[in-house]
Structure formats: structure tokens, C-alpha cells
């Protein structure tokens, strides 16, 4: 028999170890503006406006905001759009190494606002 008309083998699921370095070019843009900016300031800023125990857990300040960012200087016209594109299943692994959104986690989730 010809190895070119073999049976194709049913999909499996394969389990691959990556980082989001190996992912993210070194040269991408938010790689550069992680070196540049530190927005860890803003949570001491917005501290006084959370409750600490009451309602649900709100959205980290400083990654909603590294949010915001990214998307307007990719262009998106929604508030929302950024938050789908880190979220694990359709996310963009430079947007989601720059806000620090896990693969394995529920994405950045909503907004409390």
C-alpha cells in the first residue's frame, strides 16, 4: 500500500507546554510599553473607592485600565472588546501577558461600574 493513501488518524486532544514569552515577540509593542510604564500606582489612587467587604471582587484597577489603554491604541471602539480579547478562549497572548491574564484563569472578567 501507498504511504500517501494511509487512513488518517482520528483528531486528538494534545497537550502543549508554551509560555507567553515563546508567544509574544520580543519587539511587540505592549512588550514595550510593559518596560516603560508601570501602572501600579493607580490601585493606591482608586483604594478609597472599593469596599473591602462588601459586593463582588471588582476588576484589578491597574489592569482595567492597562485595558482601556490597549484598546484605544488599537483602535477599539468598545469598552468590552478588550476584555473578550485576553480572555482565555479567543485571547490575544500579547494582550493577556501585558495585563497579566492567565491562560488557565476566567479572563479578566467584568467591569464593575
Not at 476588576?59 to 471602539?77: E, H, N, T, W
Request: aromatic share 6%; hydrophobic share 40%.
Amino acid at each position: 500500500m501507498d504511504v500517501m493513501l494511509k487512513n488518517s488518524t482520528p483528531m486528538q486532544h494534545e497537550l502543549e507546554m508554551v509560555t507567553f514569552e515563546e508567544l509574544v515577540p520580543k519587539d511587540h509593542l505592549l512588550r514595550k510599553i510593559d518596560a516603560a510604564a508601570d501602572f501600579e500606582f493607580i490601585r493606591s489612587k482608586v483604594a478609597h473607592l472599593y469596599c473591602a467587604d462588601n459586593g463582588r471582587p471588582a476588576l484589578d484597577p491597574a489592569v482595567m485600565f492597562k485595558l482601556l489603554c490597549i484598546g484605544y491604541l488599537f483602535g477599539m471602539r468598545s469598552e468590552r472588546q478588550p476584555m473578550r480579547e485576553v480572555h482565555p478562549a479567543q485571547s490575544s497572548s500579547a494582550m493577556s501577558r501585558s495585563c497579566g491574564v492567565r491562560r488557565s484563569s476566567s479572563g479578566a472578567g467584568r467591569p464593575t461600574a
